[in-house]
């Protein structure tokens, strides 16, 4: 006799064999190998990416120091820049004759009897020496520049004088003026000169 279960409102029960169950294994397996692999490469990866940003931040530190470099030079460079255009510009007022600068204002020597003093002007460039001389006794005067072995008397043989204004080539390096006082008194002597190039 065979009965129906459905009539009796049971459901037929189904069997789990070595089958399924082997099935469900292999599947649990795969699933848990797959995401121990994802796993294992985003471990590779994270460690391969832990390497380049190491070897991108050497390189990013190696270009800011070149960027400094490269900014400290280029500020030695503009400062040479700007200081060679402002000796061009030197240059070129001595060269179209413009350039004039006060060499002694108002500058004053005490001699005392047959006693002589002096100055000295250093020059880069030649020109021409407009001077003014004041003093309160007659003086004579020698001029120099040894570098060229210049000697100019100007009124030292006996000759004397209070006041005299004069202008004198003058070349570059050192030129020394230097004063000789009478024997019979002592002088005050007042210069004023100015280099024109």
Known sequence: MVRSLEKEGKKPRRSVGL??????????????????????????????????????????????????DLAFRFGRLNQSYVSLQQENRNLSDIVGLRKAERVLTSNVLYLPASGFDGIEVVLNYAGYLNVSISTTTPISILITNYKYGIVLDYLVNGNTFTSASFKMPILDGTTYLQFFATPSSPSIITINATLHY
């Open 19 to 68: 089958g399924t169950y082997l099935v469900t294994l292999v599947a649990l397996l795969a699933v848990v190998g797959i995401i121990a692999y994802m796993q294992i490469n985003t471990s590779v990866d994270l460690a391969a990416l832990r390497q380049e940003c190491q070897a991108q931040s050497l390189m990013l530190q190696a270009l800011n120091d070149s960027y400094f």
